[in-house]
């Protein structure tokens, strides 16, 4: 049984591009969350997607968006990087009617 | 709104000596809690998690945690520290309003001295 998955594993950017991210949830589960975690600081929430939506947002500008595919699987989009959003991006995965989320290993982003 | 405080940002301990990491909470209601443990390049591994049943929850590789809902305290404990525990433990709260939004504290560092 496959775990959360994430692509890239690391990723390289310069300021004012974009970037996608993306994840594969576990088998059998239907929501999809990320997460933003900083160097030395817990993760913080970005937002959450089921059905397609987005239900849940984080305290996080517009540049930072998703989507979620009819597989369950999830993007998340930066645009006009900032050297601030240099961070370890973490998806986690859980069915809808329950609270445990699994993680998976992050994306880590670095820009320049 | 709902908030999580880890008292110690580093710990360090001997092999074989007990472990205490401390984390408090602040919630309007009455949450579920979580540790998570992050190894080096890894992603977030759940370690336990209380969901008002027993106060007192038992674990993966033999941690434990106690739920003391008038300290507002979920302290994570292990009788005896082996190497491969050294990493970042997370403690975490679920926030009011359904979602399962998580709530993380800042993390505590533990490191494992032979």
């Known amino acids: 049984d496959a775990g959360v998955t994430q692509s890239p594993t690391h990723l390289i950017k310069t300021r004012g591009q974009q970037v996608t991210l993306r994840c594969s949830p576990k088998?059998?589960?239907?929501?999809v969350s990320w997460y933003q975690q900083a160097l030395g600081q817990g993760p913080q929430f970005i937002f959450q997607?089921?059905?397609?939506?987005?239900?849940q947002r984080g305290n996080f500008p517009d540049r930072f968006s998703g989507h979620q595919f009819p597989n369950y699987s999830s993007e998340l989009n930066v645009n006009a990087l900032l050297l601030g959003d240099s961070a370890l991006y973490l998806c986690?995965?859980?069915?809808?009617?329950?609270?445990?989320?699994?993680f998976g290993p992050g994306t880590r982003l670095l820009v320049l | 709104a709902q908030s999580v405080t880890q008292l110690d940002s580093h710990v360090s301990v001997s092999e074989g000596t007990p472990v205490l990491l401390r984390c408090n909470y602040s919630?309007?209601?009455?949450?579920?809690l979580f540790w998570y443990v992050q190894h080096p390049n890894k992603g977030l591994q759940l370690l336990l998690k209380?969901?008002?049943?027993?106060?007192l929850v038992k674990g993966i590789n033999g941690f434990e945690a106690e739920f003391k809902k008038s300290e507002t305290s979920f302290h994570l404990t292990k009788p005896s520290a082996h190497m491969s525990d050294a990493a970042e433990y997370l403690c975490?709260?679920?926030?009011?309003?359904?979602?399962?939004?998580?709530?993380f504290g800042a993390g505590t560092r533990l490191a494992v001295h032979p």
């Open positions: 986690a995965s859980s069915k809808i009617e329950e609270e445990t989320q699994y």
């Open positions: 975490v709260v679920t926030s009011a309003g359904g979602y399962n939004k998580l709530i």
């Open positions: 997607y089921y059905e397609e939506e987005e239900r």
């Open positions: 209380y969901t008002s049943a027993a106060t």
């Open positions: 088998s059998g589960h239907d929501t």
């Open positions: 919630s309007s209601y009455s949450p579920s």
